[in-house]
């Protein structure tokens, strides 16, 4: 147990749902992250916020939307993708962004099956 | 640019082997090194973390040393067991208010 719990695990979904994954912390992080982890890929970092302020948007296509309504909690909204989306999304905190200590809290991720 | 180089995989190993899995770095200034572990079914986590030269870093039986002269942060362990098997990441922290740049990973599949 991380302290990062991330829900559902599982997510089948078809090219046109909008659905949404949560991610929660109460480990009193300032910094949250949404990764992209696909097979034989890079773990590709989609999305930094801090202090609830979005700080990196790593060229992601519009059709993912993240939301950050306060330090504990990040959403990654989702709509129309497409079957190249499906992976395993990460979503992790870390007490500040970047420094010489900084120490990523992961959840276990959202398999995705986009059909 | 900042980025982080892994041997690719994955590596199969014996009980009982000796594990090195490579791990080189490109960065501006003095970055903190990590390996990150994940674990079947499960998402990263820290393994250990080197934050200046010549420091080495050591959990679980793991070690790991910051050669500034190599850039390298080459994870190594004397005996690897069935439960060790996983994913490794090697990653670095270029400077505060910057994410952890990873590498790709390396699978290591070790077998009794």
């Known amino acids: 147990e991380t302290g990062v719990t991330q829900t559902p695990r599982h997510l089948v979904m078809g090219m046109t749902n909008k659905k949404s994954l949560k991610c929660e912390q109460h480990?009193?992080?300032?910094?949250m992250y949404w990764y992209k982890q696909s097979a034989k890929k890079p773990l590709e970092l989609m999305f930094v916020y801090n202090f609830k302020e979005q700080t990196e948007n790593n060229s992601v296509p519009s059709r993912f939307s993240p939301e950050c309504p306060n330090s504990s909690h990040l959403f990654l909204h989702l709509h129309t993708l497409q079957p190249e989306d499906s992976a395993l999304y990460l979503c992790?905190?870390?007490?500040?962004?970047?420094?010489?200590?900084?120490?990523?809290?992961f959840g276990s991720g959202t398999q995705l099956s986009v059909l | 640019g900042n980025s982080v180089t892994q041997m690719e995989g994955p590596v199969t190993l014996s009980e009982e082997a000796f594990l090195t899995i490579n791990c080189t770095y490109t960065?501006?200034?003095?970055?903190?090194l990590f390996w990150y572990v994940q674990y079947p079914g499960e998402g990263l986590q820290l393994l250990l973390k080197?934050?200046?030269?010549?420091d080495k870093g050591s959990n679980k039986g793991f070690e790991a040393t910051y050669r500034k002269e190599t850039t390298s942060f080459h994870l190594e362990k004397g005996s690897v067991q069935v439960s060790d098997s996983a994913v490794y990441f090697c990653a670095l922290s270029p400077q505060a208010g910057t994410a952890l740049i990873f590498g790709k990973g390396t699978t290591l599949s070790v077998s009794s």
């Open positions: 480990l009193g992080h300032n910094a």
């Open positions: 080197a934050t200046k030269a010549d």
């Open positions: 960065a501006t200034g003095y970055p903190s």
């Open positions: 992790a905190s870390s007490q500040a962004l970047g420094g010489r200590d900084e120490k990523l809290f």
